[in-house]
């Protein structure tokens, strides 16, 4: 409810949103994760540390049960976790083998509070999952939501203007990922190409009429440029195919160029970035949108983002291969779920950054990992600032050429104002 009134959105939340919100980012949840979910988890956690250290220091101790290893079975609060391992069990099912009371006396049970919270975690995934329409809508964008990659904007930090999200574009991207209705999406009912509108922006995702999705696009690469001069990889952008020796894959001028090329370690390096929209309206007339849907709605998820890579691949990979150069689709879903290649081919830049003498080598892996962790802030935040962009003035076209006081029939919802600012007053409740 709390979070419902600090979004300010209208109208009721089906129970699949409270069910995302409360999952773990790594599963495309907000990580708003319920403490009645991960308590038994926590309770046999501490036991899992507890028991094997008091039976092996205190066994014997005047205080403690008489009668060998057995009666240590009697320890009160040893005996409370058995309804806790009882009521884990029935969620978790027989394939997770939970520890006897006797395993927690005889050996330490390490990282046991981890591992069943990450089960429990998955149990309400699938239980979410398996509540959402086969091949929906709302399938595809759970599994759109998750990693790689996606939700940077929810972690990051707004520590510089790269960072941050406003007010709208926060809202939206809140929208986005959890299916709900934007209501500026169908201020018209009609798009200025004609085709039809719809409550989550979909259309405007994928319309190709307007410079939205260029502006996008472009500003997206510009943020690899980023992260290249940041691995001191220096990049030149929107190069001719021609000038490279290569020999473009037909007369499209779309084709002619590559938006990035870099060399890496001594090999040429071509990137190209794309960003694929992975569902459509479940009750579209188009018999095509039925099919991304399917794709995009099966486990584990990344089709939309897999194909475009694909596609790419197919296009360019061969001709810049023959040419020596080394070539890498980035692509993302437009949830912020990226393509596994762009995955690997960021790991590798992190590598490149020196090992500062103040970080023991231990700590090196999750030094990487944190460089990955700011580099996926960025492009995340980035994309949810253009994807508001997007439906956002694409909306506004159309309302606009139906006549000028359809375009201010949601002013708030329109309108990105600035920076972020926080609520003058706090909503009730909060
Ligand atoms: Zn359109």
Redo the contacts with the bound molecule.
């Keep these: 409810m709390a979070f419902k009134r600090m979004f300010r959105f209208p109208g009721d939340f089906p129970d699949s949103v409270s069910a995302q919100v409360q999952l773990p980012i790594r599963l495309g949840g907000f990580g708003l994760v319920s403490a009645s979910t991960i308590a038994r988890a926590a309770f046999l956690g501490s036991i899992g540390v507890t028991a094997f250290d008091v039976s092996s220091r205190f066994r014997g101790a005047p205080w403690m049960p008489q009668g060998g290893p057995a009666a240590l079975l009697d320890l009160p609060w040893l005996r409370a976790a058995v309804p806790a391992l009882a009521a884990i069990s029935e969620v978790v099912g027989p394939s997770f083998s939970l520890p006897s009371l006797q395993d927690f006396l005889s050996r330490p049970q390490v990282r046991l509070q981890q591992r069943l919270t990450d089960q429990l975690h998955k149990f309400r995934f699938n239980e979410l999952f398996k509540s959402l329409p086969p091949d929906s809508r709302a399938r595809a964008r759970l599994l759109s939501c998750q990693r790689p990659l996606s939700s940077g904007w929810l972690s990051a930090i707004p520590s510089s203007d790269s960072k941050t999200l406003n007010n709208f574009q926060y809202r939206h991207a809140v929208a986005g990922c959890l299916g709900i209705a934007l209501p500026h999406a169908t201020v018209s009912q009609r798009?200025?190409?004609?085709?039809e509108v719809d409550n989550f922006g979909d259309?405007?995702y994928v319309?190709h009429?307007g410079r939205e999705r260029v502006t996008r696009h472009n500003n997206m690469h510009n943020f690899f440029v980023r992260i290249l001069a940041e691995a001191d990889v220096p990049s030149n952008v929107e190069v001719s195919l021609h000038s490279l020796g290569i020999t473009p894959p037909d007369d499209n001028p779309n084709n002619q160029r590559m938006d990035i090329y870099c060399v890496i370690d001594g090999s040429d390096y071509l990137l190209d970035v794309t960003v694929a929209h992975p569902c459509r309206p479940d009750n579209s007339p188009i018999p095509f949108h039925r099919t991304v849907n399917r794709r995009g709605a099966q486990l584990p998820g990344g089709k939309a983002a897999q194909l475009a890579e694909k596609d790419k691949i197919d296009k360019y990979g061969p001709i810049t291969q023959a040419a020596g150069f080394r070539f890498v689709p980035l692509a993302a879903e437009t949830f912020g779920r990226f393509g596994d290649k762009t995955m690997d081919f960021l790991k590798m830049l992190a590598k490149r950054k020196p090992r500062l003498t103040s970080i023991p080598m231990e700590e090196y892996t999750a030094f990487r990992e944190s460089i990955v962790n700011h580099w996926s802030q960025l492009l995340s935040v980035e994309l949810m600032k253009h994807n508001a962009f997007q439906v956002a003035s694409?909306a506004q076209r159309a309302a606009a050429a139906r006549g000028p006081r359809r375009a201010s029939a949601f002013p708030e919802d329109f309108v990105s104002r600035g920076p972020y600012r926080p609520h003058t007053s706090p909503a009730a409740g909060l």
């Design positions: 798009c200025i190409c004609g085709g259309h405007f319309c009429t694409r």
